[in-house]
């Protein structure tokens, strides 16, 4: 895989703390910030894919009523109750 120099501006605390961390963990600093892109990707495009798994789920109609979800919540918020309760 290539690799490219991308430059950005880091708050001088947060660079210490980078800093601090790469030391601790015997890294340098650019395995653990590419380490934190990696991280961050993955989990915006997770959230990317689930926003437009959702837009389809309504698209198509796959919807839960408010009155179904309130339902659903007070069954669950009873059932710890009872469970809680016999604690």
């Known amino acids: 895989m290539s690799k490219r120099t991308a430059s950005i501006r880091v708050e001088d605390d947060k660079l210490a703390r980078l800093d601090r961390l790469a030391e601790a963990m015997d890294r340098p600093r650019s395995w653990l910030i590419n380490r934190a892109i990696e991280r961050f990707l993955e989990e915006e495009e997770r959230f990317v894919a689930a926003v437009h798994e959702g837009i389809g789920a309504a698209e198509r109609g796959e919807l839960v009523t408010h ?21």
């Open 67 to 87: 009155e179904q979800v309130m339902k659903d919540a007070r069954t669950l918020i009873d059932k710890i109750e009872k469970r809680n309760a016999r604690r």
